[in-house]
Antibody, heavy 118, light 109 residues
Framework: QVQLVESGGGLAKPGGSLRLSCEASGFIFGHYYMTWVRQAPGKGLEWVSYITSSSSYADYRDSVKGRFTISRDNVNSLFLQMDDLRADDTAVYYC????????????WGRGTLVTVSS | EIVLTQSPGTLSLSPGERATLSCRASQVINSAFLAWYQQKPGQSPRLLIYATSSRATGIPDRFSGSGSGPDFTLTISRLEPEDIAVYYCQQYGSSPRFTFGPGTKVEIK
């Protein structure tokens, strides 16, 4: 079945780095744009970044520009390199498949928790 | 930046009642780019409605979406106990490319 599984979360110190991964299965990964969405504890959803199917273009929310880098391979994996982490980056990070029209997210992973604390 | 406002913040209803959730955008948005998600406690979000009124695969027909311009509505025609969740609207635009509303929490009386 169609599935996304995130990994790589954990505890990092302010200014530190983490690399998140998302493994896709059950669909042709290379046909879809992919997205990262995060949710701080007890808060709402916040879009972080997305990347086109060919990796030709990526976009980020302002608060992570210059610190986070989204990438993907040609097989089945999406990545989020997070550098210079801040306390307000603490959240569950979800990998999501962007639907064909590019406007919404039709498949979500279970998420991976990132905690930034000294 | 387009801001989405959802109301009410919390909706408390009895099983079988009709739930009406509102999402208002700070400016007119393309109805093709408005979606709704359901997030049950401890779970990841699930797509309910896309392009304002199209149900996602496997979504029961008691869920429906409507609206245009800046005002959109998610309706649950007959509330079931398993509908306890937070519901988010989301739009696609520019800078930031995607935005979510703050959510409406649906509770069962």
């Amino acid at each position: 079945q169609v599935q996304l599984v995130e990994s790589g979360g954990g505890l990092a110190k302010p200014g530190g780095s983490l690399r998140l991964s998302c493994e896709a299965s059950g669909f042709i990964f290379g046909h879809y744009y992919m997205t990262w969405v995060r949710q701080a504890p007890g808060k709402g959803l916040e879009w972080v970044s997305y990347i086109t199917s060919s990796s030709s273009y990526a976009d980020y929310r302002d608060s992570v520009k210059g610190r986070f880098t989204i990438s993907r391979d040609n097989v089945n994996s999406l990545f989020l390199q997070m550098d210079d982490l801040r306390a307000d980056d603490t959240a569950v990070y979800y990998c999501a498949r962007t639907a064909a029209n590019g406007a919404h997210f039709d498949v979500w992973g279970r998420g991976t928790l990132v905690t930034v604390s000294s | 930046e387009i801001v989405l406002t959802q109301s009410p913040g919390t909706l408390s209803l009895s099983p079988g009642e009709r739930a009406t959730l509102s999402c208002r955008a700070s400016q007119v948005i393309n109805s093709a780019f408005l979606a709704w998600y359901q997030q049950k406690p401890g779970q990841s979000p699930r797509l309910l409605i896309y392009a304002t009124s199209s149900r996602a695969t496997g979504i029961p027909d008691r869920f429906s979406g409507s609206g245009s311009g800046p005002d959109f509505t998610l309706t649950i025609s007959r509330l079931e106990p398993e509908d306890i969740a937070v519901y988010y609207c989301q739009q696609y635009g520019s800078s930031p490319r995607f935005t979510f509303g703050p959510g409406t929490k649906v509770e069962i009386k």
